[in-house]
């Protein structure tokens, strides 16, 4: 009951531009190859706003930026999850096998790592 008499309904969010399926990192819809982590990765590097990060990667749309952003905060600890991981297997490359940044890599297969909770 939620004090007035009728009980609470869960509240289902929508994320029109992401797919997120079970045990899979989550994506953009229309590029599957972009993965949210991607998108966040550039958030907390640079400090981008969404309009920034469409500037720098022109494919990206305002409203995919958005929902890419508000799926991360919705669902931090699993995305914070992920860039730890994939920044953990950059690290253990040898120097001549690496990128100039984890930033740089796209389209890597990802399984979203269990989560602590």
Not at 50 to 70: F, N, V
Request: hydrophobic content about 35%.
């Amino acid at each position: 009951m939620n004090g007035f008499g009728s009980t609470a309904m869960e509240l289902q969010v929508a994320y029109p531009h992401i797919d997120a399926p079970e045990g899979q990192c989550a994506r953009l819809s229309r590029m599957p190859r972009i993965r949210v982590s991607q998108i966040v990765m550039d958030y907390l590097a640079h400090g981008w706003s969404a309009e920034e990060m469409c500037r720098q990667h022109p494919y990206l749309t305002l409203a995919e930026a958005h929902a890419a952003m508000g799926y991360y905060y919705d669902h931090q600890p699993q995305i914070d999850a992920e860039i730890t991981a994939e920044w953990k297997a950059f690290q253990s490359k040898p120097p001549s096998d690496k990128p100039r940044s984890p930033f740089f890599t796209r389209g890597s297969p990802c399984r979203s790592p269990a989560v602590a909770g």
